[in-house]
């Protein structure tokens, strides 16, 4: 008898040999091999006759080799194969199959399935590079018996195709598969309680695991081709399910930690309406709301805030500090790069210190006699706002009270990382620098439980436009919050894909706006790999743009070389206008803000993530006059990086451009989950399961409200029992309950 525990090895007709193959495949357990899914069916049920086959439809056909063999054509060898039924035959061809050579013998059978077509000449029937299987072999060894028992696995049903991996055939696959349910122990316990299923009408995890693979003959082929078959949706749901019942859970958790109940009176309400540079948009003012409502709890606030390039996050985040500061609390505000510090730092003093908020900049380029005076008024509590990189947190800053921690993390981070820093501005107790302040008592705070020591509330900003199903997942264990609207009058930018000759017309172009009174970024790709060498190609293009094209203009150059001095000079000209054109690497992607600046040229726009170039467009059309954006490719352009540029042409939207970036580059490379170590999906998809992970979501959620008339504590214990395996065995996520 097999466990789904026990290591795949021990499947008859498996060994350790194989079992190494299928540890490249994430198969390790028989667990693991049964959640090998089909990735599609072929309908042998019905395996067709040859002499009833139309041109233009699949079919699947079931016959006896007749022939086969190379021949060539000027053009390329052909490999050709007859396959026959009684007197009936069909030809099949596979271009450049020299492979093909000596694999088949007449008299074996086979299966193939392929599109029917008629040949343009002959007008005969015949099929293009079929799909085939050799079924069984006239010169096979097996008694007839267990022949017959192999082949009933290969036709008169709905057959499962697997994925081939190293020598492992869909047929071999198909085998163990059926070998492993045959001697599964019988029932496992059932670990998702009665009303969860009801609801979804989920069948047994038994009868799941056996039809996934082998369909009822009146299986619905359309639902087993979309995975929506009542099988998959149990084994779907299974996975998404238990996933979403740790997240709910953690979150639960951190309500039940003590932290520091703001206060958001007249005041306090006062003072944020005195900063504020502008009306803000409807969206604003819902997500100060929601923000505002949850810093007033007396538990810690873990919000993520989402908004698309330029929706305006930052004024929200002062919005939150002031909240805190007038509660007598400090505020860190912490940026991914030093110049999105220094930026977030003019801002503030714009907008705050008029209404006489003691804000401080802390970055590792300062000197050191400067370092240690900041870090004095961090640690007396003169110092309200104190904006820095991330390594605020890596270097042990001490505040007097520290309050809210925003982190304005834009893309940059993955998941895991982003826990990691919640962590450890919350890791009170473990002499963490940014925790062991938050032990201080401002007078506004209230303590939830007497002896644990207030943690500070954490506001994450990213302007990854997240659909939003699949941020509950990703960030199930935060709430959300979504800034959906831009600030009003801004114009779309047009953006437009030239090929490098054109380059004389860009710059007439460029040099044309600028005249208008406009600023202008040139944007060259630095990628780490070949930085050297291009950063070479930027440096000498800003030669050229600056000494030979645009001699009367000011350009700048920026790079991520560059000491933090000039770098900060810089900035500063370009933002004070000084500079009209700014030559730059991608450090100017995130978050840069000079909404007079009205075009980007991205130059090798092939070359950068779609993501990117979203971000690095982000920096222009933030004011009212109309923007352009050139995306100037140059040599060639793969299939894949040609959409990417039209998607860019084509939508401003930057939760369009998320989705298709999702779809072209699928969940795990999208979301840096790999790195970040998310829940690699066995089964789910979270693009093709949206619908199924939101209802995971709920009845995670009701589960954890029990019990009811609906749940039993017994049933909700058996299920944090089987999460609490599923978290630790198949995820290796962080520990959860
Ligand atoms: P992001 O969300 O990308 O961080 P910013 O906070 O930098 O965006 O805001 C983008 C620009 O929009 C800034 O110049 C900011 O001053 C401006 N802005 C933000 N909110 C409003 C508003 N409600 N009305 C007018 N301008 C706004
Ligand atoms: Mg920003």
């Not at 007038?326 to 977030?344: F, K």
């Not at 925790?435 to 900003?461: I, K, W, Y």
């Amino acid at each position: 008898m097999l466990e789904l525990s026990t290591p795949v090895q021990y499947v008859k007709g498996v060994g350790p040999r194989i079992a190494e193959i299928l540890a490249g495949k994430a198969i390790h357990t028989v667990g693991d091999l049964l959640h090998y899914l089909p990735f599609r069916y072929e309908d042998r049920l019905n395996p067709r006759g040859i002499a009833e086959l139309r041109a233009g439809e699949m079919a699947t056909i079931v016959g006896e080799v007749r022939n086969s063999g190379l021949f060539r054509t000027r053009r390329m060898p052909i490999f050709e194969l007859v396959v026959g039924q009684g007197r009936a035959r069909l030809r099949c061809l596979w271009f450049n199959a020299t492979y093909l050579q000596g694999k088949f013998s007449p008299g074996q059978m086979i299966a193939l399935y392929g599109k029917v077509e008629e040949d343009s000449r002959t007008r005969e029937l015949q099929i293009v590079q079929p799909q085939y299987e050799i079924l069984g072999d006239g010169s096979d060894s097996e008694d007839a018996t267990e022949r017959k028992a192999a082949e009933s696995l290969e036709v008169g049903r709905i057959v499962p195709i697997y994925e081939a991996t190293g020598r492992l055939t869909p047929r071999w696959f198909r085998r163990a598969i059926r070998t492993a349910l045959d001697h599964l122990t019988p029932d496992q316990l059932e670990p998702i309680p009665a009303a969860v299923r009801a609801h979804l009408g989920l069948i047994s995890p038994r009868a799941a695991l056996w039809n996934v693979h082998w369909p009822e003959p009146g299986e619905s082929f359309e639902n087993l081709l979309t995975f929506r078959t009542p099988a998959h949706i149990r084994m779907i749901f299974d996975e998404l399910f238990f996933v979403e019942l740790g997240l709910e859970l953690k979150r639960r958790q951190q309500k039940a930690r003590t932290g520091i109940a703001f206060r958001l009176d007249d005041r306090v309400r006062a003072a944020i309406k005195k900063i504020l540079p502008f009306h803000p948009t409807a969206a604003q003012k819902r997500v100060l709301k929601e923000i505002a409502e949850d810093m007033g709890k007396p538990y810690p606030m873990r919000r993520l805030l989402q908004g698309d390039v330029g929706s305006g996050k930052t004024i929200v985040g002062f919005e939150a500090a002031i909240i805190a500061i007038e509660n007598g609390c400090q505020v860190a505000l912490m940026a991914p790069t030093e110049i999105l510090a220094q930026q977030h730092y003019f801002s503030a003093r714009r907008i705050l210190e008029n209404a006489g908020y003691r804000i401080v900049l802390l970055t590792g380029s300062l000197e050191s006699d400067r370092k240690r005076e900041i870090r004095r008024h961090i640690a007396q509590g003169s110092a309200q706002l104190v904006i820095g990189t991330h390594a605020l947190l890596e270097e042990k800053v001490e505040f007097a009270k520290l309050g809210l921690v925003i982190v304005d993390e834009q893309h940059r981070f993955g998941v895991l990382q982003r826990l990691k820093l919640m962590k450890k501005s919350s890791e009170s107790e473990e002499s963490s620098h940014l925790g062991t302040a938050a032990s201080a008592q401002p007078s506004a705070v209230r303590r939830a439980s007497p002896e644990a020591a207030p943690e500070p509330d954490v506001l994450v900003m990213t302007a990854t436009p997240i659909p939003r199903t699949l941020a509950l997942t990703l960030y199930g264990d935060l709430d959300l919050s979504v800034l959906d609207e831009l600030p009003p009058g801004r114009t779309p930018i047009v953006t437009r894909c030239v090929a490098d000759d054109q380059s004389p017309k860009v710059w007439d172009f460029l040099r044309k706006q600028v005249e208008k009174g406009n600023q202008a970024y040139v944007v060259y790709p630095v990628i780490a790999e070949n930085e050297e060498s291009e950063l070479k190609a930027a440096i000498k293009m800003y030669r050229e743009l600056s000494g030979r094209v645009f001699p009367e203009l000011k350009v700048g150059l920026l790079h991520g070389r560059l000491d933090a001095d000039l770098k900060d000079q810089v900035m500063r000209m370009f933002q004070k206008g000084e500079l009209q054109i700014l030559v730059a690497t991608t450090v100017i992607e995130v978050g840069v803000d000079v909404p007079n600046a009205t075009v980007m040229v991205i130059e090798h726009a092939e070359r950068f993530g779609l993501a990117q170039l979203h971000q690095l467009r982000g920096r222009i059309g933030r004011g009212a006059a109309k923007s352009y954006c050139v995306l100037m490719t140059g040599g060639k352009i793969t299939e894949e990086g040609q959409r990417r540029l039209d998607a860019m042409v084509q939508y401003n939207d930057g939760f369009k451009i998320a989705e298709l970036d999702l779809e072209l580059r699928g969940p795990g490379e999208f979301f840096g989950t790999r790195q970040a170590g998310l829940p690699d999906f066995r089964v789910a998809n979270i693009l093709r399961d949206a619908q199924l992970l939101e209802a995971a979501k709920r009845e995670a959620a009701a589960v954890l409200s029990g019990p009811n008339s609906e749940i039993t504590s017994e049933e909700i214990s058996r299920a944090l029992v089987h999460m609490r395996a599923r978290w630790q065995h198949t995820y290796g996520l962080v520990e959860v309950g």
